[in-house]
């Protein structure tokens, strides 16, 4: 079986780079609720990185503020200016 | 843009990533990372957080982040909660003038009743998770800021199911809301002089924001008290704290959930304009 | 030459960090959208705090023992459990000052936020390269 320290490597390193991903379609949509979801995704990703970096204070902080609490704040000042990015 | 050439971006995103650290780590002549062993600072800190030979040294918590951000180095998080109460003060005065108005609303406005009877189920597991782990903060990972934006949560889904005619109407205003962020404040200020006030009384030497007894200041709070570990000015310290952050984003929301005609009004027309 | 997995696992990472910190700057100078330039603004200020936590982890320090978060266990804790933590435990330095730094990040954002309502409230447009043109 694979030895459980490039086990823990290789899950970091997956969840790096769907992070990637995440972040370049956030910034090049136009449709900015969309931006937002993928943002929420990004932090996801985050977010269990912390855990396996052996860090759950963060933890506990990140996953209200990024996942919650930002995006919401985000979907409403959408709602009130404009929701899709000018030409 | 075509969803293919995304596609075929992202793709080649990946393998240049991939190659490049190939690359670092081919040619990195035998650098390791991450390193075996710690820095002297993080053996300081780890070895004299809860230490009874060396009680003079130790901060007597369990738990080393949450001994590092109220007790080691307390004053960066007072500096920090003043840069997050100028943040909202700052909302508060770009918003000046605008209220809501005063509107009666029936038990139809909102969402329909099975939204509203799972979100009054929910709503107290959120606020009893939260103080749980603001009051643990100081013997398992927590504390004041994660317990505050966790119990942050609920007045935002109450918002969005019922109405912010209804909070409003349940005493959920925007000058209470600021009362209690003062009031959560108040306290963090108030255990800051704790042990400052009662060496006064009693004639020996205290520093401010002091936790335990230190070589030159024999007077300091006590760390276990009926054979529990009780952290003195850190389980004080963060119960205000969450008291502070969970009413201040409350206080975000309001402000945010107020229909845009009234802004409008205030700043484009009327008798109150700017 | 042989190369480990584990360092290239760790390099990897590494390198999408550093990509994502560059796409976020992008996002912040190039797009004309001011929600866009906020969002992009806080993955650039969160990737910055995944940094700072990465400096803080180590090796482990044998093949089957993961290092362990900086939280004592066993109370009260005898000398030899306190040698056997400082030789297994991550940094909690970096973790302290990663929450300061989430906080204010998260006020300097609501602070933000408000000031582009407000921005479209007076000139009923998000776009900076209108702005840019109205001369006051």
Redesign the interface.
């Given at each position: 079986m694979i030895a459980p320290q490039t086990l823990v490597f290789g899950i970091l390193a997956l969840l790096g780079l769907l992070s990637m991903i995440a972040t370049y379609l956030a910034i090049t949509e136009r449709d900015l609720v969309k931006a937002v979801v993928f943002s929420a995704i990004q932090s996801t990703a985050y977010a269990f990185m912390y855990y396996l970096l052996m860090a759950p204070d963060i933890v506990l902080v990140y996953v209200p503020v990024a996942v919650g609490l930002y995006p919401a704040v985000v979907l409403f000042l959408i709602k009130k200016t404009e929701r899709y990015e000018g030409e | 843009m075509a969803a293919w050439e995304r596609v075929v971006i992202a793709v080649s995103m990946v393998v240049f990533v991939a190659l490049l650290a190939l690359a670092f780590t081919v040619g990195a002549l035998g650098y390791r990372a991450p390193p075996p062993t710690l820095r002297d600072l993080a053996e300081v800190y780890l070895r004299t957080t809860f230490n009874s030979d060396n009680p003079l040294f130790s901060a007597m918590a369990p738990e080393a982040v949450t001994a590092i951000v109220w007790d080691y180095r307390g004053l960066d998080t007072l500096f920090e909660t003043a840069v997050f109460f100028l943040a909202i003060i700052a909302s508060v005065a770009l918003m000046r003038g605008v209220s809501l108005p005063r509107k009666e609303v029936g038990p139809a406005a909102g969402m329909s009743p099975i939204v509203k009877t799972v979100t009054k189920i929910t709503i107290g597991m959120i606020l009893a998770v939260a103080a749980s782990i603001a009051f643990h903060g100081h013997l398992t990972p927590g504390g004041g800021f994660q317990g505050g934006a966790t119990a942050a949560v609920a007045p935002l889904i109450a918002l969005v199911v019922f109405s912010v005619y209804f909070l409003e109407h349940a005493g959920v205003t925007k000058n209470r809301m600021l009362g209690l962020r003062s009031a959560g404040l108040l306290g963090v200020g108030l255990t800051a002089f704790l042990v400052l006030a009662a060496s006064i009384v009693s004639g020996v030497q205290a520093y401010v924001l002091q936790n335990q007894p230190k070589p030159t200041a024999p007077i300091g709070m006590p760390s276990i008290v009926d054979g529990a570990i009780f952290g003195g000015t850190l389980l004080l310290f963060n119960i205000f704290e969450a008291l502070a952050v969970a009413a201040g984003f409350t206080l975000v929301f309001l402000l945010l959930a107020i229909p845009e005609e009234e802004a409008l009004k205030v700043t484009t027309g009327g008798e109150h304009a700017h | 030459?042989p190369?480990s997995?584990?360092?290239?696992?760790?390099?990897?990472?590494?390198?999408?960090?550093f990509?994502?910190l560059a796409?976020?700057l992008?996002?912040v100078l190039a797009?004309?959208?001011l929600?866009?330039k906020?969002?992009?603004l806080?993955?650039f200020s969160?990737t910055a705090n995944?940094f700072a936590?990465?400096v803080?982890?180590?090796?482990?320090?044998k093949?089957?023992e993961?290092?362990?978060?900086?939280?004592?266990?066993r109370?009260?804790?005898t000398?030899e459990y306190?040698e056997e933590?400082?030789a297994r435990?991550?940094?909690?330095?970096p973790?302290?000052l990663?929450?300061?730094a989430?906080?204010?990040g998260?006020?300097?954002?609501?602070?933000l936020?408000?000031?582009?309502?407000?921005i479209?409230?007076?000139y009923r447009?998000?776009?900076v390269?209108?702005i840019a043109k109205l001369r006051g």
């Open positions: - | - | 030459m190369i997995p584990d360092s290239y696992l760790f390099n990897l990472l590494i390198m999408t960090l990509a994502n796409i976020s992008y996002g797009r004309p959208s929600v866009k906020v969002i992009a806080t993955i969160d995944t936590i990465v803080g982890y180590r090796l482990w320090p093949p089957s993961p290092p362990i978060p900086p939280v004592i266990t109370i009260p804790p000398r306190i933590f400082a435990a991550v940094d909690p330095l973790q302290a990663v929450l300061t989430i906080v204010i998260l006020a300097v954002t609501l602070f936020v408000f000031l582009t309502l407000q479209y409230r007076l447009t998000t776009d390269r209108k």
